[in-house]
């Protein structure tokens, strides 16, 4: 089930992206430390009394040399397409401008619930200063301060009252759910196709051809699947044809149903930073993932072509070491029998559990192995282990104190970990704590 959509919008320099920042905190990085992670977020996840929610903040959707006004209302109109409900922010600071009139203009058409929330109201002498904006005609306004975090409680309150109520999965537990991601044209519904074997999705040589994430069932050996086809651009027009940024929206619904998630590349054009940033959404949501090189029949290989791409990709996707590597032709259907007994195994690390007293054995040899480092003339102490979750596997680390767990000392266990269990084409979660 898809986690519910909240956008804020409104004109430039009201705060927008203070507040995004506020909302998702710490989520708004992938992994420190790792190269290859492309930071800059427009789309993550926020979590207020234990309901997750995805947030989009539009301040960050470049739309080039659009003029000012015409850029507002695009932003807007995404915002209006992808949302649940709507987070209308103004300044207190400024009053009510012509551009506050020309968003609200744009938000009177949408049948979203749209919650009216003022930023820089930085003291109580300032509320005085809200009222103006009741005129604007969307109900109670929701007096706040990014920079100090004030009101924002309030805010959420009201944002979590307008959410979809929850649906159940209508799939059985057994069913593998994965979807395709990856820029347009890559060929993500060729690859339905020929998985399915018969012409389910439209295909073109049309960039952003699929308009809406689409559910095919398939059957193979006994073993039930649902593909999730995700959506290319869902409207014709310059708003959504002039940002790379909007496809990955698109994607990130799909995403978050899966079980496993296929990135796909075009082994004709190689690879581009657009990869790396779906990818990387992919990455944080904590999904299993497979990478396919598509459209293998269409280069010009020799016996180390291969070995050389697959060493392209390791280098620019260093974050996805864990990710196996498929190579085919959706074209051809050659290599493509090789997908599903990758992406079988891959959902099988997804659930994997370690018995808690071989994990333990695991972490002190390869303690004696690599003694844990120091700071500032304090030692580490790992006292003992335990995995309290799949889907990643999360594994926590009682520690003396967890600002010592360095981060490069954490990769070192992973590596260990992985060396010892087979978690290939599944992300895992280390988390340091402190011992009772």
């Known amino acids: 089930m898809s986690k519910p959509t909240v956008a804020i919008v409104g004109r430039p320099n009201v705060g927008k992206s203070t507040i995004f920042n506020r909302i998702v905190g710490e989520r708004i990085s992938i992994v420190e430390d790792i190269p290859g992670v492309t ?5 993550s996840s926020g979590e207020w009394l234990n309901q997750e929610f995805s947030i989009i903040d539009t301040g960050g959707i470049d739309l080039g040399d659009e003029p000012f006004l015409e850029q507002i209302r695009q932003q807007a ?3 209006i397409d992808e949302a649940d409900v709507i987070i209308f922010l103004a300044n207190g600071r400024e009053g009510v401008t012509a551009a506050d009139e020309e968003v609200a203009k744009i938000l009177y058409k949408t049948k979203k619930p749209v919650v009216m929330a003022v930023n820089k109201v930085d003291n109580p002498e300032m509320r005085s200063d809200i009222y103006d ?7 109670e306004v929701f007096p706040i301060s990014g920079s100090h975090g004030l009101g924002l409680g309030d805010l959420l309150d009201e944002v979590l009252k307008h959410f979809p109520e929850k649906t159940t999965e209508e799939y059985d537990e057994n069913t593998i759910k994965f979807s395709l991601i990856g820029r347009p044209n890559v060929g993500k519904s060729s690859l339905v196709n020929a998985l399915l074997g018969q012409e389910r999705v439209i295909v073109s040589n049309v960039a952003g051809t699929t308009r809406d994430a689409v559910d095919t069932p398939l059957t193979r050996d006994g073993q039930d699947y649902v593909i999730i086809d995700t959506a290319g651009m869902r409207k014709k027009g310059k708003v959504y044809e002039s940002t790379e940024k909007y496809s990955v929206l698109r994607a990130l619904r799909a995403i978050e149903r899966s079980d496993v998630v296929l990135v796909v590349l075009d082994g004709e054009e190689g690879i581009i930073e657009q990869d790396k940033k779906i990818a990387g959404y992919a990455h944080e949501a904590g999904r299993a993932i497979v990478i396919v090189v598509n459209k293998w029949d269409a280069v010009e290989k020799d016996e180390k072509t291969m070995n050389e791409f697959e060493e392209k990709i390791r280098a620019h996707f260093q ?8 190579f085919l032709s959706a074209k051809t259907k050659k290599r493509t029998h090789t997908l599903l007994p990758v992406i079988n195994k891959a959902r099988e690390s997804h659930n994997l559990r370690v018995p808690t007293n071989v994990l333990n054995e695991v972490i002190m040899d390869a303690i004696a192995m690599n003694p844990t480092p120091t700071h500032n003339g304090q030692r580490l102490r790992v006292y003992y282990a335990t995995q309290v979750g799949v889907k990643p596997p999360t594994f926590v ?5 967890p600002e010592l767990l360095h981060f490069s000392y954490e990769r070192f266990l992973e590596n260990r970990i992985r060396d010892a269990f087979d978690f290939a084409g599944s992300p895992i979660k280390i988390i340091g704590r402190a011992r009772s």
């Open 77 to 79: 109109e995404i915002a």
């Open 319 to 326: 974050f996805l070491d864990y990710a196996p590597i498929v």
């Open 39 to 43: 930071r800059d977020r427009i789309y």
């Open 397 to 401: 680390v009682f520690v003396n104190d």
């Open 133 to 139: 904006f009741y005129a604007l005609g969307f109900g």
